[in-house]
Antibody, heavy 121, light 109 residues
Framework: QVQLQESGPGLVKPSQTLSLTCTVS??????????WSWIRQPAGKGLEWIGR???????NYNPSLKSRVTISVDTSKNQFSLKLSSVTAADTAVYYC?????????????WGQGTLVTVSS | SSELTQDPAVSVALGQTVRITCQGDSLRSYYASWYQQKPGQAPVLVIYGKNNRPSGIPDRFSGSSSGNTASLTITGAQAEDEADYYCNSRDSSGNQDVVFGGGTKLTVL
């Protein structure tokens, strides 16, 4: 059973960089044809896809966030990471990492439990 | 357009059948996937593709699609089905990889 776990600071100051890591267990991040995504959800609102990465390092980002987002992967640690720069209060949300199938279909079959990141001074 | 539109709220009597819909131009080209999210929990995939259920998802959940509309049907809704439901699909407009619907709050009466 694949499991994902987000980790990182729960509080980030405005204008700083949000950094989160997702650790994958129960399987290799390099196996199969899966991508690995970050998705966020502000309190009381819907889901917003942030971006995805393949183990080759190939990335795709949401155009609305592209200028501020970097997703990277460390296959030796079975982890992938998110960096979001120049954060504002609008970036306060629960951040999820998810395993992603991209083959005609596009779905997220395993999710982390989510981690709340608050942007505040 | 790269948007997926869902009704904000739907209700169903216990044991009855309910259909939750998702509309968008992308659905003319791609199947939707559906997620159930209970308060304080991560979303759970319940339907993907034409009508596929991940292991552990009850068979009362089913999916269908016609034109620009995808539907999630719960046949014989249970109290534990009360949750928010989100659809997503690839984005056919090319603006971005994937789009989510705004979510539907399902109340089981």
């Amino acid at each position: 059973q694949v499991q994902l776990q987000e980790s990182g600071p729960g509080l980030v100051k405005p204008s700083q960089t949000l950094s989160l890591t997702c650790t994958v267990s129960g399987g290799s991040i390099s196996s199969g044809s899966y991508y690995w995504s970050w998705i966020r959800q502000p309190a009381g609102k819907g889901l917003e896809w942030i971006g995805r990465i393949y183990t080759s390092g190939s990335t795709n980002y949401n155009p609305s966030l592209k200028s501020r987002v970097t997703i990277s992967v460390d296959t030796s640690k079975n982890q992938f990471s998110l960096k979001l720069s120049s954060v504002t209060a609008a970036d306060t949300a629960v951040y999820y990492c998810a395993r992603t199938m991209v083959r005609g279909l596009y779905y997220f079959d395993y999710w982390g439990q989510g981690t709340l990141v608050t942007v505040s001074s | 357009s790269s948007e997926l539109t869902q009704d904000p709220a739907v209700s169903v009597a216990l044991g009855q059948t309910v259909r939750i819909t998702c509309q968008g131009d992308s659905l003319r080209s791609y199947y939707a996937s559906w997620y159930q999210q209970k308060p304080g929990q991560a979303p759970v995939l319940v339907i993907y593709g034409k009508n596929n259920r991940p292991s552990g998802i009850p068979d009362r959940f089913s999916g269908s699609s016609s034109g620009n509309t995808a539907s999630l049907t719960i046949t014989g809704a249970q109290a534990e089905d009360e949750a928010d439901y989100y659809c997503n699909s690839r984005d056919s407009s090319g603006n971005q990889d994937v789009v989510f619907g705004g979510g539907t709050k399902l109340t089981v009466l």
